[in-house]
């Protein structure tokens, strides 16, 4: 867990204006180079104008080539793996971090870039620049092998004007985490009574499908109830910790529950991650637990934009704050890219804080800088409600790394959907959430025995 202190704001301010007179390429080229980058299309318009802008201004200052295509996410997982399996690979990958990071990492198939990372380590929030290492199984060591440039957690998005519909006030809502998830249910019949008769009060991803939200949504009810040391920085996995298994059949406990219970849409055990957002859009239920604030970017009428409420983390089952999981973008450059040179100037060019951040806000903020001074210093990130309290979940407050980070198996884990397994177990099969918990934790035992990391 990383507490954000005084002197470090202190000192990443200093770098950041240190930083104010690099904002030019790192290479001076005698000759034009070009670099072929793969990149994640934006979920709205305004990222893909940000990073074409961003190739715009660095070709000018450079000299270089970036020969980039936008990928939709999906599609371009699907693109990498057949790239890294191949070795016909791009000389830059926007990669999804969590899901084909550790494994690839793991194999020796990612040029390391700390001399990159290390440009701006004393600016990154320090669960960032934790969340750029991860294990080679081939040197048997830990390395830098992605170069961050956004962050994001994940906040709840609250139609408050529901809420009020419904005769009540937000910020009654408790502090402590089941009782906060609680304190929306009753919603449901008073709004079912006013007319609204097919609304559910809770948004919770239960599903099977995934590939991320039913994972975050699992991991989060694991933290609150004191589970957070399943897993470790050095890559130990605690499955023998009665606190860690109290954990998580508490969180089975309640997730199913409110299932079952129907106080959450009967759809959502097969919910991709887009399908929670687009049911909050069409006011489904009263509240949801997603990440980013793309549920809020997406609407565009400003007046009914505004009818929602994000809200960071409440404290956990124990009274105490609990820490988000700070997921990391970051770029790639997959052993045997042929200009090196080129991909890694591009990203010292891009992850200098001022440069990050004008590309951040042009994409409307969606994404959050790795930096925690420029929320600080740049009225944009805490000027609004919304963004507020998504930065300050972010970057102002306690976070760990995902889980992935520390141990390579927990991303097969996560592909594997073995919480949301469990989960189905419980509500179509009536299985005991204990025994639930503890066939999965005998998958996530088999699973991580395939990735076994040597301790120096």
Not at 44 to 57: I, Q, R
Not at 202 to 215: F, I
Not at 325 to 346: C, E, R, T
């Amino acid at each position: 867990m990383t507490q954000i202190t005084r002197r470090m704001v202190l000192r990443n301010s200093l770098a950041v204006a240190a930083a104010g007179s690099l904002a030019r390429p790192f290479i001076a080229n005698a000759a034009a180079s070009t670099a072929t980058v793969w990149w994640t299309q934006g979920f709205v318009t305004e990222e893909d104008s940000a990073f074409k802008k961003l190739v715009d201004d660095y070709q000018k200052q450079s000299g270089n080539i970036i020969d980039f295509s936008l990928i939709p996410f999906a599609p371009l997982n699907q693109k990498t793996v057949s790239a890294l399996t191949s070795g016909n690979v791009p000389d830059l990958i926007d990669i999804n971090t969590d899901v084909l990071m550790p494994q690839n990492a793991w194999g020796d198939k990612m040029v390391e870039v700390g001399d990159v990372v290390d440009t701006q380590k004393d600016a990154y929030h320090p669960t960032v620049y934790l969340a750029t290492q991860y294990y080679n199984n081939m040197s048997k060591k830990r390395g830098i092998y992605i170069v961050p440039y956004k962050t994001a957690v994940i906040p709840f998005h609250v139609w408050n004007s529901l809420v009020e519909k419904a005769g009540f006030k937000l910020s009654d809502a408790p502090k402590t985490w089941d009782a906060f998830w609680d304190f929306f249910k009753p919603m449901q019949a008073k709004l079912r009574d006013s007319g609204m008769r097919n609304i559910y009060a809770l948004g919770m991803q239960c599903t099977t499908t995934g590939p991320n939200d039913g994972n975050n949504l699992f991991n989060h009810f694991l933290i609150a109830n004191g589970g957070n040391g399943i897993v470790t920085k050095d890559g130990k996995v605690h499955l023998d910790d009665p606190q860690v298994k109290e954990a998580a059949i508490k969180a089975i406990t309640y997730i199913t529950k409110a299932y079952k219970d129907g106080y959450i849409p009967s759809g959502a055990l097969s919910w991709t991650d887009a399908d929670d957002n687009n049911a909050f859009h069409s006011k489904l239920f009263v509240m949801d637990f997603d990440g980013t604030i793309s549920t809020e970017v997406a609407i565009k009428d400003r007046a009914e934009r505004d009818q929602v409420t994000t809200m960071g983390l409440p404290l956990g089952n124990d009274g105490k704050p609990i820490p988000a999981q700070l997921g990391v973008a970051a770029a790639v450059i997959p052993k045997g890219a042929k200009n090196i040179d080129v991909a890694k100037d591009f990203m010292k060019y891009m992850i200098q804080p001022q440069v990050t951040n004008n590309y951040l806000k042009e994409g409307l903020g969606r994404f959050l800088p790795a930096v925690p001074s420029l929320v600080k210093s740049d009225p944009f990130w805490l000027g609004h409600p919304q963004r507020k309290a998504y930065t300050t979940e972010a970057l102002l407050t306690d976070t760990v790394p995902n889980y992935p980070v520390f141990n390579p198996g927990w991303a097969e884990v996560n592909a594997q959907q073995v919480w949301g397994s469990a989960e189905a177990d419980v509500i179509r099969n009536g299985v005991d959430p204990k025994v639930a918990t503890e066939a999965a934790f005998k998958k996530i035992e088999a699973i991580v025995a395939k990735y076994p990391i040597v301790q120096s």
